[in-house]
């Protein structure tokens, strides 16, 4: 069966259009960090896998389908990495049919193939995803240094499989940056293929051009949080690279794009793609490098600030459902209904949940932190997309939508190997706290505002709906504020800051306190905010994950955190320095 | 998620343990309508088994609470965790239905 024009089908023989008697079969996969996608073209020469994948399992499949076509015809098998990250290749490690460079000669780029030989973990990526790695063998070493001394001279190869092959090295790009090292390979007189330079996901990073398809390796993804950053990889070399792929597509004759993970696109699509990780690209000067150490705080971070993004997002949704249920009593149906459209609640429920299995099982499984940091990553971007800001932040209390965004959007940045904002400057202690315990205690709207929206329906009733989902947080709450005369100045994040504290008092008022105690003091070269309250619920299950994200972010906001529990009354003290 | 019904003079308690989220809330859900068929409008939903509550788990809540509105009607929680105390109060449903410490204390009232 041959595919369509617009389109390569999976796990099916079909022609490669602009190769003569050339077929290939796609084994395309759903995105993941475990495998790659695989592809096996046969020439009338000889037969090409690309990237023979992470997972024993789908090589297994992939040497079925070779040695099928080595029972029609026998030729020479190679097996081309787009670079050498596990999940290209570790599949194929204990299958001798594939590793072993007597039956397939592997074809790597030349850091590429020295990483494999030395068994290097770091460069493979093997040490991050906590997987064992053995020196390879590659035969075929492409892109070399000692060729480009004999640039656009053919040069001869012969192979332990048989084969007998001819390169030419040369350059190619007319713009000044766009520049690209080729190697054009020809295996006998059918067609031959292309190799590309094109480093930045990682050093050893090629494109491959064979009739009117080009196999790209992961440039795809190369800006994404969690894959940027990763041990070789370079934001100056992979922008020059996504120069190089721009023109070679720009200079047509190219139809469909074939991706290491998912879906074979077509050429102006990709053309597009990689337009948007160019601009992905430029923003990512200086981002720490992803190794274990940083893989393990950012899966520890992501639990943290999932559980909080999970609350928060049910408290918002129930705000809303509790706008819906009045608006509902008070005899306006449409728009009890409107408001609970608001949340699209059932795939945030779900986006919440899938991490929630994929966490436990994570632990179950002890499984190495970058899988669990990525998959926050991926859960985080979707929630992002269905979080509907703008319109939550009129109808519900502004704050948890800012608190949701901010950690959203923190997590993102940690992920993508940048520090989360803190801009620690002086703030006066005192008016920061009796302004947030003002703003937790009063309506958003006076009793005037209400009154003078009475004319106007339209008014009156959004004036309504923001008072319904807009419950002062200490209403019911009997708080004492001791702040003393003295002005204490520290040295804080004033936004980080009084987060921690909207935290701390929700803490305290969700779990039933209801008298509190606020104390702002100087002791020394240190200022201090005391929150105690009396509470039934000592040493909670839970507590400690919250406690744990607290203290993260007083961090950030400039101060320290301490938390005790003792005869039936909590009590949390921020100290930061005096300024 | 597993619930049990046991219902009483005062009213019908189902003691609900678990996680209430969007795979488990329509079994919650069929569990209170069941008994709502029934005749039993004075009902307890006992917390202490539960965990954690997504906002499927709140909608049915609120759906409850719109079933049971007549003046001899009775709809409450009992014996909540505090994880789960802190999503009801903070998203404003204290004001719509009761929560009682235990269930001796609902039902005393009732």
Known sequence: MTAGNDQLISHQWQPVFGAAESVIFPFIRKIDTISSNSYVIQTPDVILLIDPGGLTEQAENLLDVVGECRSERDRPLFVFLTHAHIDHFIGAQHLPAVASSVSAVFSVQESGADALERGDGMLTQADLLGITQLPMKTGFRLLTRQRADVSGAPVSLAFSNGAEVTVVQDRVGAE???????????FGAGPGLEVYHTPGHSPDSICIRFGELLFIGDILFAANPGIAGLRGWSQEDLIR?????????????IRFVCPGHGRVIPAQDADRMLSAVRNDALALSNIAELNRERAEDAAAFAEDCMDQVNELFTIMAGRLYYVSYVMDELGEPEIAERMSAQFN????????????????????????????????????????????????????????????SRLLSDYTTMLRGFCPPSDLAVCELTPLVKALVTGLSVSMSSDEEMFASADDDAAFLDMLLARVGTRPLLEEIDLILDAGDEPVSALVDRELFSDLLTYILEELVGTGSHRITMTVERSGNEASVMISADTDSPDEPGARKTWRFLERLCERAGGRLAITDADNLRKFVVTTSYA | MEITSATQERGTILSVSGRVDTATAPTLEQAINKDIDLGHRRILLNFSGVSYISSGGLRVLLATAKKLKNPDDRFGLSSLSPEVHKILKLAGFTSIFSIYSSEGEALDGW
């Open chain 1, 176 to 186: 000044p940056g766009t520049e690209l090292v080729r190697e054009r390979i020809t």
């Open chain 1, 241 to 253: 690279s996504l120069a190089g792929i721009h023109e070679i597509l720009m200079g047509g004759g």
């Open chain 1, 345 to 404: 609640g059932d795939a945030i429920d779900e986006l919440l949940e899938a991490f929630k299995d994929f966490a436990d099982e994570h632990h179950r499984h002890d499984n190495v932190s970058i899988h669990l940091a990525l998959k926050a990553g991926q859960v985080i971007a979707r929630l992002d997309r269905a979080f509907r800001r703008d319109e939550l932040a009129r109808l519900i209390d502004p704050s948890f939508v800012q608190r949701a």
